[in-house]
């Protein structure tokens, strides 16, 4: 599946990769479809039952980002078939989702869904070279493409994730220790059997600390020369 993913080829070279792809193809269809919607929403939401205590933030599961990825990976393999067999247009159809997908999840809450992303980012962006090197592009189609490329919705800075979505988890993390000490960790690490004098520590304090933090990484992350940042 690497291999599918990373260069042009054919059914007879890969025919399980190839009957894969034709099984899902309905589906990536759905998802190119779904890719030019304006906007992506994806609410975090925890899936314990009504009495159990909510997770801290950072516990919260989010499958369908993964499922993305997934898709990034159907279409990314679909496209490079495309180029093996010189069907540009279904090529670009299909790039051009990916690119659209990765746009979408860039604008996140936290930064695990903006990194999935960059990754199918980055294949569209191997997809478009091969698509090159297979010379299948005159210059009224490199045009066309250009055009599209350019008309895509721009990708969200990771500063602005960092200042809010992963700032808020932090601190939220920070309140559910002091509500339930360090047992709240236990959603997605393992904890000792440690007892923590909450009342006896300025959770203030701590607070403070962790946005002093976060002012310090947003400011850095702000600044645009790289030696300075």
């Excluded at 299909?94 to 930064?111: E, K, Q, T």
């Excluded at 010379?135 to 350019?150: M, P, Q, V, Y």
Aim: glycine share 4%; hydrophobic share 45%; charged share 20%.
């Amino acid at each position: 599946q690497s291999q599918a993913m990373s260069r042009p080829w054919t059914a007879d070279e890969f025919p399980q990769i190839a009957s894969w792809v034709e099984r899902i193809s309905s589906n990536l269809d759905s998802c190119v479809e779904a890719a030019q919607r304006p906007a992506f929403y994806l609410p975090m939401v925890d899936t314990l039952s009504s009495d159990e205590p909510l997770p801290p933030l950072v516990a919260v599961l989010m499958p369908v980002v993964q499922n993305c990825r997934g898709v990034s990976r159907g279409l990314t393999a679909r496209a490079m078939l495309h180029i093996a067999n010189g069907d540009e247009a279904s090529a670009r159809r299909d790039i051009l989702a990916i690119y659209r997908l990765a746009r979408h999840l860039s604008n996140a809450p936290v930064v695990i869904q903006s990194l999935v992303g960059i990754a199918s980012e980055s294949q569209s962006n191997a997809c478009v070279l091969q698509l090159l090197n297979a010379g299948l592009l005159n210059e009224k189609s490199a045009s066309e493409w250009l055009t599209a490329i350019n008309s895509l919705p721009a990708f969200e800075p990771s500063v602005e994730i960092l200042e809010t979505g992963e700032r808020l988890t932090a601190l939220d993390l920070v309140q559910a220790i002091k509500l339930r000490g360090p047992q709240s960790l236990s959603f997605f690490m393992t904890v000792n059997n440690h007892r923590l004098q909450q009342d006896a520590l300025d959770w203030n304090a701590a607070l403070r600390t962790v946005n002093d933090w976060y002012d310090q990484i947003v400011t850095s992350a702000r600044t645009p020369d790289f030696p300075a940042r």
